[in-house]
């Protein structure tokens, strides 16, 4: 009798590559062609970059999952994806387990590793002013977000 295939491991740092975010892309894309033939233009690219936002979500989720035995109790994740996007343009992707807390008084809080993060997004968003093509959109919000 035959066995069944032979499991592949994957390094799971690889579900927060290129080609596994692209997938998930395409997945929804593909899931929502109905409704992405009926946006115009703007609505597409607009879609297209929160269909990056869910797939870099759910795959760092994915990842959380397989690694969650290493975990520490009370410790979080910050996940920072850069991706050329063509030309001079990097995505910025980024995803916080658990989510950021937004205080009364405006400031974040989080655990070190996702403070770091946020200091780490702040010197990419300087460095944007600089002229570096990026926009930042909501950068406290605790879900993935992306930087065009």
């Given at each position: 009798?035959?066995?069944g ?7 799971v740092?690889a579900?927060?590559?290129?080609r ?15 409704h992405?033939?009926?946006?115009a ?5 607009e ?12 795959l760092?989720?994915a ?6 035995a290493q975990?520490v109790q009370?410790?979080g ?6 991706e050329?996007s ?9 995803t ?12 974040i809080?989080?655990t070190?590793?996702q403070?770091a ?8 968003a300087?460095?944007?002013?600089g ?14 977000h992306?930087?065009d």
């Open positions: 009798m035959s066995e295939p032979t499991p592949v491991s994957i390094d740092d579900l927060l590559g290129t596994a975010v692209e997938a998930g892309v395409s997945a929804l894309a593909g899931r929502n062609q109905h992405l033939a009926a946006m233009p703007e609505e597409q690219v879609a297209a970059n929160h269909w990056r936002e869910l797939a870099v979500e759910v760092s989720a990842r959380n999952a397989l690694t969650q975990a009370g410790a994740r910050a996940v920072i994806v850069l050329d063509g030309g001079e343009e990097v995505n910025v992707h980024v916080f387990s658990p989510q950021l807390e937004e205080m009364s008084d405006g400031s809080a989080g070190p590793a403070l993060a946020m200091s780490i997004l702040e010197s990419i300087g460095d944007a002013e002229g570096h093509g990026h926009s930042h959109d909501d950068e406290h919000g605790g879900h993935g992306s930087h």
